[in-house]
């Protein structure tokens, strides 16, 4: 599972390490230069509208992270076919306002044939009380130098948090794209609601542990499927996490059920171990 933005991220990461395709690694490396390009120069950005705009009072900061995993795991599949993967986020942070950046490297042998991904978003942080808050935010996520078509896509999303330890979001994506049996079909509203946390037991050991659900309202044809194709599925993963310093090395146990290959052209996770050691600045 991936969360870009100001946030402790859960494992996204297999252990097991397979050797990339023949060319692919240069592949996904030129992906993801661009993306960290078009991510720096959103924080670029951020760094100098403070000094436009003068000494207002406000905190502004910036932040990020780099990543490398050992698989990129997201609701359940993977998008880099079980290979390591290199990912980094760079956002800025104003008076509860945030926006920032996130970039992946990915498998390019799979739908839609980019050998990166790069997403852009913004939100704002409600502080309801000293333990509890609430996020609202907006996602534009694109799929780096595609070589079939489009399947971008915008989402909105409303969470609540206690502290750092659990959060609740529901994401709403009105233009996903329908897959059945690695087919393209459609574009359909989908939702996603996912909850996550991670309890302290050791001086910076963790317990995580997140479940979600993934659902999408559009249908499969008739005579295309024999059987009724699934609108829906469930995945988590429970895991452990240390954290030292700038540094976090999480591994998680990750599960996800089988119709989410009625959903999508990715490989499901099930019963896997997945690892992902990250930087924080």
């Known amino acids: 599972m991936k969360t870009p933005g100001p946030t402790w991220q859960a494992p ?11 060319g692919g690694l240069q592949a996904l490396r030129a992906g993801l230069w661009r993306g960290l390009f078009a991510a720096c120069a959103v924080i670029a950005a951020a760094v100098q509208a403070p000094a436009l705009a003068g000494d207002s009072g406000d905190e502004f900061s910036t932040g990020g992270n780099v990543a490398l995993t050992t698989d990129y795991i997201y609701q359940g599949e993977s998008e880099s076919d079980g290979h390591p993967a290199l990912q980094a986020d760079l956002h800025a942070n104003t008076d509860g306002s945030f926006f920032g950046a996130w970039a992946s490297t990915r498998d390019r042998d799979l739908d839609p044939g980019a050998p990166g991904e790069l997403e852009v978003y913004l939100g704002h ?5 000293s ?26 999303s409303a969470g609540l948090a206690w502290l750092d330890r659990w959060t609740f979001t529901v994401t709403a994506i009105p ?3 329908r897959w059945y049996d690695y087919m393209r079909l459609s574009r359909s509203p989908a939702w996603d609601a996912e909850t996550s946390g991670q309890w302290l037991i050791g001086r910076g050991l963790f317990v995580t542990g997140g479940a979600g659900y993934y659902y999408s309202s559009g249908t499969v044809p008739a005579g295309i499927a024999d059987d009724r194709p699934a609108s829906g599925y469930a995945y988590g993963n429970v895991g452990l996490a240390f954290e030292e310093r700038h540094w976090r090395l999480e591994v998680g146990y990750f599960l996800a059920q089988n119709q989410a290959q009625d959903l999508f052209p990715y490989p499901p996770v099930n019963r896997q171990v997945a690892g992902t050691v990250s930087w924080h600045f």
């Open 125 to 129: 942080r409600f502080d309801l009380s």
């Open 12 to 22: 996204t990461g297999r252990i097991e390490l397979r050797p990339a395709r023949k």
């Open 131 to 156: 333990a509890w808050s609430a996020t609202v935010s907006a996602r534009s996520h694109y799929f780096l130098r595609a070589t079939q078509g489009s399947v971008d896509y915008q989402e909105a």
């Open 175 to 177: 233009n996903a794209v």
